[in-house]
Structure formats: C-alpha cells, structure tokens
C-alpha cells in the first residue's frame, strides 16, 4: 500500500464497486466500511472478534472486519450485506431466514446472513452438525439458533 | 412446534398464522438503521470517563487539558447535571455523573464531545480526578454489616441496606403446625447479565429549544419523563424516539448516563452528539439479573399439599436503586400463581453493594425464586415419595381463581403444557441409568405490570389509527426492541380491517409522535397495546363499513370486510371515499388493566397482571460422573400463549427463551474480584453459541383468555422460567447430587459429587443463610371478594 502522510491508499472493491480511499493504517475494516463508505448494515457488536455481528466476505471468505485491517484487504473483493441481495429480490439464505422466523431484534443477522452464504457456497447440503460448526463464531441472544439452522438447511435446498 | 387450539374460531385470516415479522427485509438486507447507524451532519462523539474505583469520594476533578486538546469542543461533569434520577419514584438515586462519591467500577464522572471518537477517548484520560478510595461492598454477607466508612448511599438504610418487605398471607404457623412434613432448602442464583448483541447508542439534537434524542432504549416513555426531570425542562420540548433495537432483554429499561450526557452535549454545542458504548461499558451499565440467596421451608400435609410457606430472600442490587424495589418483591410474588398456597410468609431484603447495578433482566426478580422453589418441590417429592409432576398436579392453581397475595388468575394452561411435556418426551418412561436425566419444571409470567412504574392515571397503551390518502398507519408508543411488537399491531389491525400485515405502516416508539405506551418491559405490549390497537382497528373498521354500506344500499351487516375488501369496493377505494367524506379518518385505542386484579395492601403493587401465562418444560441431558461435563439432548417446552397473534413469532419468543435459560443456567455469571468485573468482554463471559444449544420442541397451547386481543398472553418472559430449574433437575436425575446454585458448571457438579463419594451430603451449594433483622411481619387480611367477580 502507498501512503500520504500517516494515511494509507486502500484499493479494493466493495459489492462490485472499486475504492481508493485514504485511510488509518490502524483503522479496522468495520470501521473504513462503516464510517469512510457509510455501509452501517455490518454491525460491531464488541469490535474484538468474540460476536460475529461484522462477519463481511473477503474474496467469499467469512472475515470478522473487526479484525481485519486494511493492509490485509489490498486488492481485495470484498461482500457486505449490502451487496447480497439481487436488486429488490432477496438472496435465498435471505429469504429463508424471514420465513422460517430466524431473525428477531436483526442485529446478528447481517453477520448470519453472510457467514451462511459462504457455508452455501462451498457446500450446498450440510448436515446440521456442519451448520453449527459453520456458524458457531455467529452469537445471537434472540433466535435461540434453532430457527436459524432450520432456515440455512432451507436455503441450501432452494440453492442447489 | 404443535399448536394445541382450544378453540376451533377458523374465521381468523391472519392471527395466529406462521408469518414473516414486517420489519424482516429492512433487517435483511442491512437498511434498518440503529442508533448507532443514526449520523446527522456535524455530528460530535461523546466518551465518558468512568471511575476505576469500586467506592470512592471524588476529591476534584480538572477538565482544563481536556478542553484544551484540538478537536475537543465540551466537556461536563456532574456539577453541569446536577438533578437525580432514577426508574422509580423510590430511586431517584443517580447522577448522570458523579461529582461526589463514586459507588462501582465504571460509574461515569465526565463526558467529553470531540469531532471524532479517538480525540474523545484521547481527551478523556487526561481528565485528572482525585479519588478519596472507601471501602468496597462486594457480598450480601458483607452489606448486612455495618459500614467500616460510610453507607454506599445516604438514603435508605439501616447500613447498605436498600428495601425490605415482609408480608404474612393466611395462617402461616397454624399451616406449619398442621403438616406432616416440613422441609428447609437454601438456594444461590448468581447474577447475570443481558449482554444484547448491539452495545447502547444514542443521538441527540439540540434545535430550537427542541430536544430530540434517538436512543436504543426500551422505554422511551420513561426516558422522556427523566430528561425532563434532569433538565428541567417541559415534556413538550423533548422528544425520545427508540431508534431500531439491537436486543434489550431488560438492559435498556432504564435512563442512562449516556442518554442524559449526549442531551446536554447537545444543547452546549448546538450539534448533534452521538455515544455508543464499547461492549466493555455495557458490562458495567449492566441492570441484569440480581444475585439472590433464598431460603424455603414448606409444609406439606400426608397427601402432599402444601399447607404453608415461607420464602426469604436476600439480593445483591449493586449500586443504585434502579428497579430494586419491584424487583425484591418480584422475588416473593409469583410462587403462588402456579401452586394453591394457603398460607404464605416472604421476607425480603434488597442491599446495595459496590457493584455494576443490578435491575430487570427477562423474568425479572421471578428466575431466581422459580429456581429455588422448583428444586424445594422436587426434593420435598422426594422426601416423601411421591413423583414431583404429581407432587405439583396436586397443588397446581386453578383457572378463575384467586391466589393467597390476592392476585386474580384468569385463563390458566398449567396442567395442559405439563401433559404436553410430560407426554412427548416420555418423561415417567425413562429408565434409570448413570450419566443420563430428565428434569421436569413449570412456571408462569405476566402479560404486563398491573400498575405503571410512577402513579398516573394515563392509560397504560394508547394506538391511532390513520387511514389517508388509502392508506393505514397505526401510531402506538410501544417500542419493536426485536420481540416483534410492530408486528403484533400490524397483524392485530390487518385482521379488524381485512388486509394483510404488511399493509398497515406502524409508527412506534416516538414520545413526540406517538401516544403513550409504558414501555416493553413485563412482557406487557401483545396484551396491552394489542388491546388499544383491537379497539382503534374495530372503530376504523366499523367507519368504513358504515360508508360503503350507505354506498351499496346495504345494511352495514352485510359488509363483508377481508382480502383487501370492504363489500364491493377495495380497500383504497372504500378508505378514498371514506375521506372525501369525512376527511382524513382517525380512531384511538387505550387500554389500561382493570383494577381488581391485585389486592389493596402495601406492596400489592408488584405482582398483578391481567393474565398470566403458563410454561412447562423437561429437560434431557448427559451429565458425565468423571468430568462433570453436562451434554444437553434435547429441551421440550410447552407455552399457554392464549392464543397466537403470529405464531412464528412466538415460536421465536419461546425458542429464544429456552436458549437464554439454558445459557444462564449453565454458564452465565457477572462475576466480581476486588470490585473488578472479571470478565467484560464477549470472549469471557461465556454463552450459548450454535454448538451448545439442543434440539427444541415447542407446544403452544391456546386458552384463549378472555381479555387478551384475541385471547392473547405474552411470551416473551415465560418461556425461559421452567428451564433452568429443569437443567439442575435434570444433572440430579443423572448423578444423584443437587447443585442448588446457578450456574450449574461441571466444578460444581464435581464438588458435589466429591462430597458425596467422602460420605457428606451429595449437594454443592450455600450452607446456610445470613441472620437478617426484617422488619416486623405485616399480616394481610383476606382478599375481599365482594369487591370482585371471582
């Protein structure tokens, strides 16, 4: 990476879109996506890799952008919940999640969404053990995970 | 998850159906904005700095480099917010910062607003404050004594004690006297906290003599009423809006230093101030479960009735009042709601310790007493050999009737969730064997405080309907904090106005444009603001009749209303012609409990609600004898919910329950060294993650109450109640010892099993409980029943 100052150039690529933005060595991928791109819909829920609340894909891989930095994302293509959904269609782990009920307060969601997503990707029919293994780095306080698991198993059909 | 319907009234179109919650896309897809999410332009980060002592007098405190630092544009400090507030009236106990006296490890002192975070939390250490360190309270045992230094607080008292209550419901020793057994259990909860996924964030603007704060918080009606209070300023010049909730669970029930400190930051600097909380802040704003130490002694005649009981209780409130007062009685009241006690006792005592401030957390002040009393029954079943579901079945309380604390129970589930359970997991049919158990509890909740938390005579719920231009909206103060609230209204308004939930907007949680609802705490928004959006729905509906029928030529009788009709015309139309008529068309709902359904003594006012819900659970686990360890197979819970309004939803409440019981119950504790929280982070405090977590079977079974929207009750609350004395039940079931403490964790499991292999009692758990001077008894005369129905 380049810098100007005691700023970084950071190139990557966010939902499709290409960035150059000058940034804090420091600063944490949450914070460039929330605050320098205003993408608020990845949430920090302790901004010390503990919740999963800021689970983003970096190259389709699950990342907690909490602990990510810049210089680890140079180049990189990078997925926020923003950029899962088709237009006005929603993406089947999406859809999933709203009908079987696996979202209350929504907060963990975005991060679920996406680390489901990735799970989905690699592997469209995981057995129960492997969704909870998938997700494990995922918390929510309000579902109890048991419609959780029975969505991600859901869309894991409608996708393959 | 099985449906039980009592009731066979099929022409419901969208109550009780398995729908999406209206809110669903905008959370999905990452547009639904949190406080935190809120920036307005030219917005300040507000940090505060909070005390690193447990207990000490604030000798001065010098802001002078902080407000020199570039990019710093206020500080304040308590002498800028000098009014005390407090939930309670009783608890008007907390500055927003403290100028005087710290009283636990992360109370706030200052609060700085610069142009970004990092400059705040820059400008924040090198505010210098002198501390005068007193002695620290960390223990009940310890508050009961008398104070080396001072008191934590100069109110209340004797010492650090908070409240005490003490109540005398029929003839207590006559009960004792007549038993033919007797049985005495002490019991330990250790407190725990909400720990919501999203950390506390609020904004606040300053315009025109306006205040506007939008705040993750549960209760906007009562924040409103404490800026008020600390600003002195009239209630028309506030507005509180409760931005989208990231989980609350109870922990943002109160007014907070934040709120307070972004409000004044705001009017100081004519800009927008914002503060979120680091997860480590949330740990000491805390207001979870309280600690609580119980003892039980109960009666029971040859054929197991029980004929007296006595229940005290010691809790550990941390350093403010908050709820304190409610939820020391909270810990005497709902024993009898489940079980026909003819004579009851209950000593309570509330003290104030060092700690992070202990409130209301799901179940409030009820987990703990539920605990210790589902293990006192098992164990008295025991004693004399009766199986503990029949032991219950035969003191279970009766739909329609009146308890001993004079609270009226209506619509009551209570045997049909236990056949529910005790039937699908087989539970009489289990066969002996080391290492495998099932545990077996019941519980119940309110749907909604009787009385609100100040006296008032407002309604307890108001909603508006508005239908303009075609459309509906529907105006309620009830606050969406995840458990669907918004949906209920939607879906309780589509079915009066024959459209689909996610047809009618809802405006919720705004003082400034929203009519009064208390607030989502005690499980009471289905049950009472379902209640004034029914009544507001009915009338809109009885307008639009009336109009087309006047159309049509018909009777209004003969207007059917459904499918996005009324008669012959769409809903748009039939709403269009309404308002070329009458103008824009407004209908208004309250709702307020009636005022029979508690008694009259001091202290009835913990404990009434208008329904109470009922919930059973059985609990099958693998308790390892080597290791302690226990492995969780499956949890079958069955929920009296009335009836569904959308019973996806409550699926959810009740899934979401179990999983939080289930958590605390074997690994949650907000534990403390030296006053230091020991673990405030995510990584330390430990919770259910996808892996622990069993397989669960839900029943909802429909009673179809008389006076719920549509026969509804809550689930919010209930649900999580029975689990946690079925897990220790359970671990008894499997390895014949008794953990009579909360968490139940594999080193506990294995003390108690140590203790029985050296030939002592196989128990883990308090020895004894602490000589504690009550105030005298005060006994209460019988409920008057011709002041009532039943």
């Known amino acids: ?160 | 998850m099985t449906t039980v319907a009592n009731d066979r009234n099929t022409d419901l179109r969208v109550i009780g159906k398995s729908l999406p919650r209206v809110d669903a896309v905008g959370k999905l897809i990452g547009l639904t904005a949190y406080a935190d999410d809120i920036e307005l332009p030219g917005t300040l980060f507000c940090k505060l700095l909070r005390s690193h002592h447990p207990h000490a007098r604030v000798l001065s405190i010098d802001t002078s480099a902080a407000l020199a630092m570039e990019g710093v544009v206020a500080v304040i400090t308590g002498v800028d917010l000098p009014i005390k507030y407090g939930i309670m009236p009783t608890s008007q106990d907390e500055h927003a910062l403290e100028n005087e006296k710290v009283r636990f490890v992360g109370d706030p002192v200052a609060a700085v607003a610069a142009v970004d975070e990092e400059t705040a939390l820059a400008a924040c250490r090198v505010i210098e404050v002198v501390y005068e360190p007193l002695e620290a309270i960390e223990s009940i045992e310890h508050a009961l004594l008398p104070p080396t230094d001072e008191p934590i607080h100069d109110y209340a008292g004797p010492g650090n004690i908070h409240r005490m209550g003490a109540l005398e419901f029929g003839e207590v020793d006559e009960g004792f006297a007549k038993s033919s057994f007797i049985r005495e259990d002490v019991f330990f909860y250790e407190g725990n906290t909400h720990l919501p996924m999203e950390q506390h964030s609020a904004i606040a603007t300053y315009v025109g003599d306006q205040l506007t704060l939008w705040s993750s918080t549960q209760n906007p009606h009562y924040v409103h009423r404490a800026l008020s209070r600390v600003f002195d300023m009239p209630m028309g010049h506030i507005r509180v809006v409760a931005a989208p909730h990231g989980g609350g669970f109870g922990g943002k029930s109160d007014p907070f230093s934040h709120e307070m400190a972004v409000s004044k930051l705001a009017m100081i600097t004519g800009r927008p101030v914002k503060c979120t909380l680091t997860r480590e802040e949330v740990f000491y704003v805390h207001r979870g479960r309280h600690p609580v130490l119980m003892w039980v002694r109960t009666g029971v005649s040859q054929d197991g009735k029980i004929l007296a009981m006595h229940f005290r209780t010691a809790l550990d409130g941390g350093a403010y009042g908050s709820y304190g007062p409610a939820s020391m009685l909270y810990t005497g009241a709902l024993q009898t709601t489940t079980y026909n006690i003819p004579a009851y006792r209950f000593e309570g005592v509330r003290v104030f310790t060092n700690k992070a401030p202990c409130g209301p957390k799901r179940g409030h002040g009820t987990p703990q007493p539920r605990f210790a009393l589902e293990l006192h029954l098992d164990k008295i079943a025991e004693s004399i050999g009766l199986d503990p579901v029949e032991l219950r079945r035969r003191n279970y309380v009766k739909p329609y009737s009146r308890t001993i604390n004079h609270l009226r129970i209506t619509s009551c589930g209570i045997e049909e969730v236990t056949d529910q359970v005790i039937n699908a997991s087989r539970y009489h049919e289990r066969k002996k064997q080391l290492g495998h158990g099932m545990g077996f509890a019941v519980s119940s909740y309110m749907c909604g405080a009787g009385l609100p938390i100040y006296w008032n005579k407002l309604p307890h719920s108001e909603c508006i309907i508005q239908v303009n231009r075609g459309g509906v909206s529907l105006y309620c103060g009830a606050t969406d904090i995840g458990q669907g609230s918004d949906t209920v209204l939607a879906t309780v308004a589509a079915e009066q106005l024959g459209l689909w939930p996610t047809d009618i907007r809802i405006v919720s949680g705004d003082t400034g444009l929203t009519p009064v609802d208390l607030g989502s705490y005690s499980s009471r928004v289905t049950f009472m603001a379902g209640n004034a959006a029914l009544q507001a729905a009915k009338e809109m509906r009885d307008i639009l009749v009336e109009v087309v029928a006047e159309k049509m030529e018909c009777s209004p009788g003969d207007v059917m209303v459904g499918e996005g009709k009324i008669g012959e015309l769409s809903f748009e139309d039939a709403a269009l012609l309404a308002q070329e008529r009458l103008g824009v068309l407004t209908t208004r709902g309250s709702y307020t409990p009636p005022r029979d359904i508690g008694g009259k003594y001091k202290a009835a006012g913990v404990g009434p609600s208008p329904a109470y819900s009922y919930s059973a659970a059985v609990v099958d686990l693998n308790a390892d004898p080597y290791s302690g360890e226990i492995r969780l197979n499956k949890v079958w819970i069955a929920h009296d919910i009335g009836r569904s309004i959308n019973s996806l939803a409550v699926k959810g409440q009740v899934e979401g329950g179990v999983y939080m019981g289930l958590s605390e119950a074997m690994m949650e504790g907000q534990l403390y060294r030296n006053g230091l929280h020991k673990q405030p982070s995510m990584l330390d405090y430990k919770s259910f993650t996808f892996l622990e977590m069993p397989e669960v079977e839900t029943f909802l079974v429909d009673t179809v109450d008389l006076e719920g929207p549509y026969g509804a009750k809550e689930a919010g609350q209930g649900p999580l109640l029975p689990v946690i004395p079925a897990v220790v039940s359970a671990v008894y079931d499997a390895l014949g010892v008794w953990v009579d403490e909360v968490p139940i964790t594999p080193d506990k499991i294995m003390r108690a099993l140590d203790a029985r292999a050296k030939g002592r009692e196989g128990r883990y758990g308090p020895k004894k409980f602490p000589q504690i001077s009550y105030p005298p008894i005060v006994k209460v005369p019988p409920f008057d029943a011709t002041s009532s129905a039943f």
């Open chain 1, 1 to 160: 990476m380049s810098s100007i100052g005691s700023r970084e150039i950071l190139r990557f690529s966010v939902n499709g879109r290409s960035h150059e933005l000058l940034v804090k060595p420091y600063a944490t991928l949450l914070e460039v996506l929330r605050e320098d791109l205003r993408l608020t819909g990845t949430k920090h829920g302790c901004e010390a890799g503990e919740c999963g609340a800021c689970v983003v894909l970096v190259d389709g891989t699950p990342q907690l952008s909490c602990l990510v930095l810049p210089g680890q994302v140079e180049g990189s293509e990078i997925t926020t919940i923003e950029g899962v959904s088709d237009g006005g269609t929603l993406h089947p782990v999406q859809q999933a999640l709203m009908d079987h009920g696996a979202l209350q307060c929504g907060y963990c969601t975005p991060g679920m969404v996406l680390s489901s997503k990735a799970l989905l990707d690699s592997n469209p029919t995981p057995s129960r053990e492997e969704i909870k293994e998938a997700l494990s780095g995922n918390l929510c306080r309000c579902t109890g995970y048991v419609s959780i698991i029975e969505a991600v198993e859901d869309a894991g059909r409608a996708m393959a």
